[in-house]
């Protein structure tokens, strides 16, 4: 089937933590078509039941797919990808990149054994990270901690609010803290919130830890599945759309210019 150049890549997430999935992707293929929807009616899904997530997101897509037409969709959220992606790739016709917690090249990388998986309530009790624990980290003590005030931290540093950097602090002390903390030298940002505040994680941490996410490796799938098709020969401004609009999302907006998301529009 042939793609037209100017149909858009389309990424989803309930606020801007799909911002640090869509920048190497912007960097892999720089003047692809770039549509950023953000589920700010329902932000923020790491609180809310696996029942709800699975209903929103694959109706949300459909909405979407429908009005923009994109030649692939990007589920740039991990309590989404582990909720509903089976239900969104069986709603649409479209290929759907999801995203998954880095918990092989967290074990790759560890050197003491022991890592940690930071991210959403949601996301830190899938049995899908089980099973990702057990397949790739078999020799590795996995701890894990969900934090939604983290989540919350980094829509404000995108705001340019002041930032409180105890909660930096407390969302490390909930791996820290656990037995085998002591030793832990990798994190897995398993939220894509949480990229956009590793330099205030870093900071917050008492000795060094390495940080992994799967932002590189997602734009390397998108490249892989878009390849051989055409492009537009200069990028155009990008489109971020939100399911609500109001003072929050109105103060995101020097951010999102930041991403090449110039144009705003309400779902």
């Known amino acids: 089937m042939t793609v037209a150049s100017e149909a858009p890549i389309l990424f989803f997430d309930s606020g801007v933590g799909g911002l640090s999935i869509l920048a190497p992707a912007r960097a892999a293929l720089p003047t692809a078509p770039i549509v950023y929807a953000a589920d700010s009616a329902g932000f923020p899904y790491g609180t809310k039941s696996e029942t709800e997530i699975a209903a ?60 940690g998986v930071l991210g959403t309530d949601a996301t830190v009790r899938q049995p899908y990270v089980d099973r990702l624990a057990a397949e790739h980290g078999a020799d590795c003590t996995v701890l894990r901690y969900g934090s939604a005030a983290l989540v ?12 409180d950097p105890r909660i ?9 803290d656990q037995p085998g903390g002591d030793r832990m ?20 941490a008492p000795h060094p830890l390495g940080f992994v996410h799967g932002g590189e490796g997602i734009a390397r799938r998108i490249a892989f599945l878009t390849q051989g098709q055409s492009w537009p020969a200069t990028a155009a401004p990008g489109i971020a759309v939100f399911t609500r609009i109001d003072a929050n999302v109105d103060a995101l907006r020097l951010a999102l210019a930041g991403y090449g998301l110039d144009r705003l529009d309400a779902l």
Do not use: W
């Open 168 to 176: 930096a602090r407390d969302a490390l002390a909930g791996l820290l």
């Open 56 to 115: 929103r997101v694959p109706a949300l897509l459909g909405r979407l797919v429908e009005r923009y037409r994109p030649r692939l969709a990007v589920i740039a959220c991990n309590t989404a990808s582990t909720i509903a992606l089976q239900h969104v790739r069986a709603a649409l016709d479209i290929p759907v990149v999801g995203t998954v917690p880095a918990i092989k090249p967290a074990a790759l990388l560890s050197k003491s054994r022991v890592f």
């Open 185 to 204: 030298d990798m994190v897995v940002l398993a939220c894509t919130h949480f990229p956009l505040v590793e330099a205030e994680l870093a900071a917050a």
């Open 152 to 163: 919350q931290l980094a829509e404000a540093k995108l705001r340019g609010e002041t930032l």
